[in-house]
């Protein structure tokens, strides 16, 4: 096996990863790496040769990692990066903290970043895919971001840099955030607090929280989230596009699109990488033979199909 770099960090072998993504799937990392903070990630990847595959991993809120596994270093940050500071109007956030504490912490400062309150994951996955909810984005109220590209040179990234989109940036490939500055208006922390809770009572009424999944599955095809208003509207929304298809409840061996909120694919308890993505892949094309839309994947599917797997819907 490839010999890596000294780190004061931790690596890992072979290190299984279904146990570190929410759908609970997934074949092992060839090498899993947490560096102990910025300055051991930097090293590292600059003493690492440039052949080897690199893949940051957060929380694994937004992940299928395929059951054969993943080749090279993934990359999970973890103590060292979950810090939070308020200044101001100003929020500093390490990349592996996770948004609903970012928010919170921020609401008892005075300072609004509600819309990071239900959405799963850590600020780097955040930053990384310019996620979402009720009408505000991270392109809204990101000042800047840090980051280590992947020969290990630390620099910081502007908005325009990242040249944000729905659901997406342009980070360059390997490159690893390591902490976002956020700015949000003013707001009494109670007002802040009492928001969060009816997002947090009018998610849990809408959407399988207490099922394994990774959030939405697919993009809106109005190419926007939902706004969470009386005015909102579903015509071009995933979930519609799914139940007009006659999906709600799907299943395919252990994976299921959820009753309660069909753009949310679940495991039901003994689902494979497979499944799960199999299912996405009918769903895709289904929906496209009932309606026209093409719908774009918004969970992630990394790493290589088991021998003899089969990703393509039947």
């Not at 970043?113 to 955040?126: Q, V």
């Not at 840099?161 to 342009?170: G, V």
């Not at 208003?229 to 015509?235: C, F, L, M, S």
């Not at 497979?274 to 790493?303: H, P, T, Y």
């Amino acid at each position: 096996m490839t010999e890596l770099p000294q780190t004061r960090g931790r690596v890992t072998p072979d290190r299984p990863l279904s146990d570190l993504t929410w759908l609970r799937v997934g074949g092992p990392a060839e090498w899993l790496f947490q560096p102990a903070d910025p300055e051991d990630l930097a090293e590292f990847l600059a003493a690492l040769a440039p052949d080897i595959p690199v893949f940051p991993m957060g929380v694994g809120s937004n992940l299928i990692v395929r059951d054969g596994g993943m080749r090279g270093v993934v990359i999970r940050l973890g103590r060292g990066f979950n810090h939070i500071r308020v200044e101001g109007n100003r929020v500093i956030a390490g990349a592996a903290a996770l948004d609903a504490h970012v928010a919170r912490r921020a609401a008892e400062a005075g300072v609004d970043l509600t819309f990071l309150r239900t959405i799963p994951g850590s600020i780097g996955g955040a930053v990384r895919m310019n996620a979402g909810c009720y009408g505000a984005y991270v392109a809204d109220h990101l000042i800047e971001a840090r980051a280590v590209t992947r020969d290990g040179v630390q620099l910081t990234l502007t908005p325009q840099d990242l040249n944000f989109a729905y659901r997406h940036s342009d980070l360059p490939a390997g490159c690893v955030i390591t902490e976002a500055t956020f700015e949000g208006q003013s707001g009494a922390p109670e007002v802040l607090l009492a928001r969060m809770e009816e997002q947090l009572a009018r998610r849990d009424a809408t959407q399988p929280t207490k099922d394994r999944s990774a959030g939405s599955t697919f993009r809106n095809p109005a190419g926007f989230s939902s706004t969470g208003r009386a005015d909102d509207v579903h015509d071009l929304k995933a979930w519609k596009v799914i139940d007009d298809a006659g999906l709600r409840g799907a299943r395919r061996g252990g994976a299921q699109m959820s009753e309660k909120h069909p753009n949310f694919l679940i495991n039901t308890g003994d689902a494979t990488a497979a499944d799960l993505e199999g299912l996405g892949e009918e769903v895709r094309k289904r929906v496209f033979q009932n309606s026209g839309i093409a719908l774009q994947w918004e969970i992630m599917r990394v790493g290589e199909p088991a021998p003899g797997e089969s990703l393509q819907a039947d």
